[in-house]
């Protein structure tokens, strides 16, 4: 099945690693003009050097102003992947002011801010617009250490489900993927390599393996897509498997 987005205008936070930094290289691919917009102006750089027709756009997304002024000089934007994300690990009793404030800084504002620049465009243009948020099954099963995180995450959710329901009548679809474990540096961070750590979870998974970056971004291209036409407000897991135990 081949997808393009000749003369569609992307854009995809976080897009610096991991599964922003391959749905970013993915889109260009797929003919979209694409914005890769990350904090860190080094990853940038690099991506440029990959993808010489890529825009990279440097700016920290918890700065709710400032992020919001640079997204509306990227508008008018057709494809929209809100992929910036970062987890803290802490028990619910050690979990700080700090850990809760930049990981729903970052996974559960940013999106809301940049969602609202880019959505509020569309429709005084009326125009049209796909959005894929990328969530976690984290956000419907339970992980120790995971309070924040997986609590961010489903707020995420919820954010693509009520996106959906407030703009679905405005030529605006809203889905989510759902990824298990992806072995990016925040994956490897977490320590999901450790079999005392993965093993447990592999086990409840029935094709006994976490994902791998590519199997995520086809899930999000799909969903970008017009073969997604009629799928709005979808948390789609990327899982193995994991959920249905």
Same mark, same amino acid.
């Not at 002024?69 to 802490?90: H, M």
């Given at each position: 099945?081949?997808i393009k987005f000749? !003369?569609?205008?992307?854009?995809?936070? !976080?897009a610096? +690693?991991?599964?922003?930094?391959?749905?970013?290289?993915?889109?260009?691919?797929?003919?979209a003009?694409t914005?890769?917009?990350?904090?860190?102006q080094?990853?940038?750089?690099?991506?440029?050097?990959?993808v010489? $027709?890529? #825009?990279?756009?440097?700016?920290?997304?918890?700065?709710w102003d400032?992020?919001?002024?640079?997204?509306k $000089?990227?508008?008018?934007i057709d494809l *929209? %992947?809100n992929?910036? !994300?970062?987890?803290?690990l802490?028990p619910? /009793?050690?979990?700080s +002011?700090?850990?809760?404030?930049?990981?729903?800084?970052?996974?559960v504002?940013?999106l809301?801010?940049?969602s609202q620049?880019?959505l509020?465009d569309?429709i005084?243009?009326?125009?049209?617009?796909?959005v894929v948020n990328?969530?976690?099954?984290a956000? &419907?099963?339970?992980?120790?250490? #995971?309070?924040?995180?997986?609590?961010?995450?489903?707020?995420?959710? @919820?954010? $693509?489900?009520? @996106? $959906?329901l407030?703009?679905?009548s405005?030529?605006?679809?809203?889905?989510s993927?759902?990824p298990?474990?992806? @072995?990016?540096? @925040?994956?490897k961070?977490?320590?999901? &390599?450790?079999?005392?750590?993965s093993?447990?979870?592999?086990?409840?998974t029935?094709?006994?393996?976490?994902a791998?970056? #590519?199997?995520?971004?086809?899930?999000?291209?799909? *969903?970008l &897509?017009?073969?997604?036409s009629?799928?709005?407000g979808?948390?789609l897991?990327?899982d193995?498997?994991? /959920? %249905?135990q």
């Amino acid at each position: 099945m081949e997808i393009k987005f000749d !003369g569609k205008r992307a854009l995809v936070t !976080g897009a610096g +690693k991991g599964i922003g930094r391959a749905t970013a290289k993915a889109l260009v691919k797929c003919g979209a003009e694409t914005y890769a917009l990350s904090r860190t102006q080094a990853d940038l750089d690099s991506l440029k050097a990959e993808v010489p $027709t890529i #825009h990279t756009v440097c700016v920290d997304i918890t700065d709710w102003d400032k992020l919001r002024g640079v997204v509306k $000089t990227l508008c008018p934007i057709d494809l *929209l %992947v809100n992929n910036a !994300g970062v987890c803290t690990l802490a028990p619910f /009793l050690e979990v700080s +002011k700090e850990d809760f404030d930049y990981t729903y800084d970052t996974n559960v504002k940013a999106l809301i801010n940049i969602s609202q620049v880019v959505l509020k465009d569309i429709i005084d243009r009326g125009s049209s617009c796909a959005v894929v948020n990328v969530s976690s099954i984290a956000s &419907s099963i339970a992980v120790f250490n #995971h309070i924040v995180y997986a609590s961010s995450k489903a707020a995420v959710d @919820m954010l $693509t489900k009520i @996106m $959906t329901l407030e703009l679905g009548s405005k030529n605006i679809r809203v889905n989510s993927v759902n990824p298990t474990v992806v @072995m990016t540096d @925040m994956g490897k961070r977490n320590n999901w &390599s450790d079999p005392a750590k993965s093993g447990p979870v592999l086990a409840l998974t029935p094709q006994g393996r976490f994902a791998e970056v #590519h199997e995520v971004v086809d899930a999000i291209l799909f *969903l970008l &897509s017009d073969k997604a036409s009629m799928i709005n407000g979808t948390c789609l897991p990327v899982d193995g498997g994991r /959920l %249905v135990q």
